[in-house]
């Protein structure tokens, strides 16, 4: 062989080993967009003892759900609320606040079509959330946050369930923000 055929030989050889490399990593690797908007004003304030009560999640989707996006976010929202001690318990718990929220968009994908053609079999969880007062049910502010996955593989297996989880974890942490503000304003 020849110093050129050799070399050519191990130039093949490197584009062979990062074209595997690459193809593993997009076969395991999930990802998608996030898009979130708060338009709860600063004034708001979320003080100690006060409750916030979290009516199931509504279906605005349109269409019936073959997976149980909302029972998922009801119950990681439920317990987020729970562990941050300001989940609403009747008949013992006044709530001053009512956190209510729409299902605006599920789409559940599919990670073999993601894994073959990025975008394909993309997974959406959209989620709009409303924060009203309860003695006025006036409005107080409203939250909408939006995930998705749009490419991966093996990796993004389950996506339509733990991105309903992470939307449930976006909107308690704008709740976070407004926690004990009352008394250190005060």
């Known amino acids: ?98 956190l209510k929220t729409k299902l605006i968009e599920f789409e559940q994908g599919d990670a073999f079509q993601r894994w073959l053609l990025p975008g394909l079999g993309t997974t959406v969880c959209t989620v709009h959330a409303e924060l009203l007062d309860r003695k006025t049910g006036a409005l107080i502010g409203a ?12 990796y993004s297996i389950g996506a339509y369930e733990y991105i309903c989880r992470r939307v449930a974890e976006e909107l308690i942490q704008e709740i976070d923000k407004k926690l004990g503000k009352k008394e250190s304003s005060g």
């Open 143 to 154: 939250i909408e946050s939006r995930q998705t996955v749009s490419f991966g593989g093996a």
């Open 1 to 98: 062989m020849t110093g050129k055929t050799i070399l050519e030989l191990e130039m093949i050889k490197k584009t062979f080993k990062n074209f595997c490399l690459w193809f593993s990593i997009l076969a395991v690797a999930g990802c998608g967009a996030t898009q979130f908007a708060s338009g709860i004003p600063e004034s708001f304030a979320i003080g100690p003892g006060q409750k916030i009560e979290l009516p199931p999640i509504e279906n605005a989707t349109g269409k019936a759900l073959s997976f149980a996006a909302d029972q998922v976010f009801n119950l990681h929202m439920s317990k987020l609320l729970r562990e941050r001690n300001l989940e609403s318990v009747p008949p013992h718990d006044t709530a001053t606040v009512i």
